[in-house]
């Protein structure tokens, strides 16, 4: 079974939940933004992903990527689809008009990439990454560059990647050696080697743009000596550029893309932004990037509940208690069985993933809408607010959604029984999938230190503290629900006091519970994601049982985690200073 | 970096945690065991499972077993490392001297399958299922089923399957339709398809003995009109028999060891035990691989830790806080760096892996060493308190332990970063193959509806307080650590009690909350486990690092399940009784 966007589903969270559509009309570029517009771009997005590109997932991971002489030759049907996508415009949907993009709020982009991630994460790789790079190019890139380079990318005629690891190199970007040396025509010749390089090399498109973090001669040692530059595989005049893809990964899974060991040996490219520059420049990618890597999470996790339900309603296992139970005819013994759906622990892991895409999904669109709002609000103190938003939330969203990708299909794996473990039903190949989403964009635990080392606790915890506050205003201490979410707010703004006073005393601190007070942030934000979706639902017949799921089996980890960063920094604490 | 057996930490646990050697000396047929013959035995086992079998794991993976015309081929290597672990006697370890075994306690075959299991979990399918095949036709096989098979078996010359999973029964063992037609010489024509026979056909030993559950004509509906019958792929007269593999499965791992479709076809066997009797013979069988599973659990956690611990001592990436600090040539950007290991988040994923295998080995070799004071302790009292203790720890260990396998070889993996995705360092094939222990001999969701539903509400949670009471006698209440325990025990007991009385009022309940349930136990378990190991780390100069992350980092999970159960419970005794 392939996967199927659920457009219902997402409507719901955009319209019900977050009152999507009045929002960004209030934003200049987006007035013509409606319900009947969004209505019928979800609609195409649904069908081109569901027609076009699911279809392809099993040959992605069962032929995948195949390289000789330095070709890479992507799975079977991925170039066709490639084309179709480009050729209908989807690339262009957020790039801005005068690129020759269709100037559309990101909020489309987010869904239109969740979902084909859902229906295959192989394939979407190759242009997931189009548009962080025309965000690069487009705020650092000279006039030059701009002209040449954009609108190829805005359409997506051209494909980009992100050349930042070296072997030597992982999650430690300092230590970058790739060398660009200046030339007199203001070019620089690049070269060094590359790991990891999705996309490095394929037949999609027919030619690829490389940005590739490398050092000039001159530059400092560490982070601040590293310049980015744009490389393109075929040089404006038609050659061939001196980048070549030696060899490519075999890996766990995302066999539909290839993870390319890339080598520049003296090739051409022109410096994005300025000298020393290339991490700022280089971080407008990756956070675009890193928000996308989120959404991979909740489609994939989506991807994995869509196939253990629909196998959970087919297929009978056992008596369930309290359940009807039909009996099987003769020839098959006789005993009455249950659907697999009506056993409460198989119950139990489908709606926890609800709750969990449900929530997130509420959380992502809206960080997707905040990045419309820091770019074209006419308030800088609105737009400041929703930059404080999307720097805080991303990572916790990163890091949590792909943790619950991961765990979450291996539990709908176990729906499966033994059929999980063999290739033929598909989610075993969606646990291969997302595993690497925990660890690229920045391991999860790499988003965590992000998070409380390098943005909250800056600050002694006060942006983290009025984003808390902004969450807490919108609900209503009126109804149970939302009061218990503001209680749980409050102890989130406390406990990040706490952490930052106790982080004075012991600098090792945060960096042991960064990941614990990632998961009590994301834990509160979903809270308060399940009271805005209970007030959508009221008066409706929705079903409310991942509502259940999600306070009944989802939640009580707040407390687990709140309570193992507390005695953390109660340990601190009590400890006898040495001063 | 192949896997190594650790002889140390294992005797620790054996030696000085556990005490082992003197209380199976107390048992009539160990008189002889002493840590000398312990030591000596341990220390070959190591070396044999280093130096022959842990080499096999990554071409096993990468070749696979292959099928062609109905016979399968094992990956280079295996067969000669399974003639080899013939020859050395070691699938004879623990069974009878009068059977050609060598009649040792069933500790040293755990602590030989856990280290076989780290080693090369593929080929290790192979003898896994041996002892509990040779466990079965010893007390259920006639006398002429016992000549015939019972030598062949114990010396590991024949292997034998466990045939149970039909196409359209996985978990629901009622529905099995394979027949069993009685023959005038008292054998039987069996004909039927099953699926998922781990080691169905392969060329690693000149017979395999298949144990078949079966359906006689006349037989009730259900799974009491299961039988068990004996089929040999060769028959006495040297004939093959009508026993055919279709194919094999393609799996996400486990590659070493052949997943089989098979085909009786009117083959020739002898039933096992009584007509409509098979399920309780074959319980036998299952009881023993419930806990080779645990210890494949762990021993692939432990491979999976030992893989990362390396990685994590061997590589730098960044500052850590609070570490020293190595400055890299300036060749690399001169930039200081510092192992893995010294990065907090990566240490803790390393300590909380060690706090779990440590832990479950005790609990694990207890129960090993339960399973002989069951069988052979002189005062019937003891061997039923040991049999309450393998009944009830079993399912929680397999489901427990095998949870953790995967999720932390998981965790482990990240220490890799990116390198831990691409198949080159083996860390992503112990994952795949890790999966599948979650699986097969009964789904975890099975264990713990095994544990509660089956084994401890039955008699309203007396035979699981009785163990509970058990423990706590074992510590002492003047230790702070160990009273925390006995603290925790009597939660378990209360908890127990409470859930026995809202199972009256909700039948449903115990299915929703086993897995909450089966959690509480182990937590319990392993809090008893690590106030042992730390009694016997007082006065010695062993790394306590594990013992703090079991504190800091594993326990908490233990009221974060309590309370899950406890709300579950008081929801139920708040509604309205309709009565």
Same sequence: chains 1, 2.
């Avoid at 766990?252 to 420049?281: K, Y």
């Avoid at 005695?567 to 400890?575: G, H, I, K, P, S």
Wanted: proline letters at 5%; a negative charge; charged letters at 25%.
């Amino acid at each position: 079974m392939d996967y199927q966007p659920r457009l219902d589903d997402v409507r719901f969270v955009l319209d019900d939940v977050l009152g999507t559509w009045p929002k960004l009309r209030a934003l200049a570029p987006f007035a013509e933004v409606d319900d009947a517009l969004a209505g019928q771009l979800l609609d195409e997005a649904g069908k081109f992903v569901g027609e076009v590109i699911a279809p392809l997932n099993r040959i992605g991971d069962a032929v995948g990527c195949r390289w000789a002489d330095g070709e890479v030759t992507a799975p079977p049907g991925f170039r066709d689809a490639y084309q179709a996508f480009v050729e209908a415009g989807w690339p262009a949907l957020a790039a801005a008009t005068e690129d020759g993009g269709q100037g559309l709020p990101a909020v489309f982009e987010a869904v239109l990439f969740e979902w084909l991630s859902a229906a295959n994460h192989g394939w979407t790789m190759a242009p997931g990454l189009l548009h962080g790079a025309y965000e690069c190019i487009r705020h650092h890139g000279s006039e030059a560059l701009r002209q040449r380079y954009l609108p190829k990318i805005a359409s997506g005629e051209w494909l980009a990647t992100m050349c930042l690891t070296e072997a030597h190199a992982g999650s430690d970007l300092g230590q970058v050696r790739t060398r660009a040396v200046p030339q007199p025509d203001g070019s620089v010749r690049v070269s060094g080697g590359k790991i990891f390089i999705s996309g490095g090399a394929h037949d999609l498109s027919d030619n690829i743009v490389h940005l590739v973090l490398c050092r000039l001669p001159d530059a400092p040692a560490g982070p601040k000596g590293l310049s980015l530059a744009l490389v393109p595989r075929d040089l404006p005049d038609g050659t061939r550029n001196a980048v070549h893809c030696d060899r490519i990964e075999e890996k766990m899974g995302l066999h539909g893309s290839p993870t390319c060991a890339m080598r520049f040996d003296d090739a051409t490219g022109w410096l994005i932004g300025e000298p020393n520059r290339g991490l700022a420049a280089m971080f407008v990618m990756m956070n675009a990037a890193r928000l996308h890597v989120a959404l991979q999470g909740i489609g994939l996790l989506d991807a994995a509940w869509q196939k253990a339900d629909a196998y959970a309603r087919e297929r009978r296992q056992m008596r369930a208690p309290g359940a009807p139970g039909t009996a099987a005819p003769a020839s098959r013994g006789g005993e009455a069985s249950d659907l697999i759906v009506e056993h409460p622990a198989m119950r139990r892991i489908l709606d926890t993933q609800r709750a969990w895409i449900d929530g997130a999904r509420v959380i992502a669109y809206r960080t997707a809408a905040q990045l419309d709002v820091a770019r074209h609000d006419a308030d800088p103190k609105q737009r400041e607010r929703a930059q404080r938003w999307c720097a805080l939330v991303t990572p916790v969203l990163k890091a949590a959604c792909t943790q619950q990708a991961f765990s979450g299909a291996s539990e709908c794996l176990q729906v499966f029984g033994g059929h999980g473990y063999v290739r033929e039903w598909g989610i075993e190949q969606l646990l291969r999938d997302a595993r690497v989403t925990m660890i690229y964009e920045g391991t999860n635990e790499i988003q965590a230190i992000d998070l409380l080392v390098r943005k909250v606790l800056p600050d002694g915890g006060a942006g983290m503290s009025a984003l808390l506050v902004e969450l807490r205003d919108e609900l209503e201490a009126a109804r149970d629900i939302d009061a218990d979410v503001q209680r749980r707010l409050a102890q989130v703004r406390y406990l990040t006091t706490t952490l930052a006073m106790a982080a004075t005393a012991d600098p090792k601190l945060p960096y042991e519970v960064a990941d614990d007070y990632l998961r009590v942030v994301m834990l509160s934000l979903l809270a308060w994601a399940w009271a805005r979706i209970g007030r959508a639902c009221e008066d409706t017949t929705r079903d409310r049982s991942a509502e259940a799921a999600f306070q009944r089996w989802v939640l009580p980890e707040f407390e687990l985690r709140l309570g193992i960063v507390k005695r953390a920094c109660e340990a601190v604490t009590a400890r006898p200073q040495t001063a």
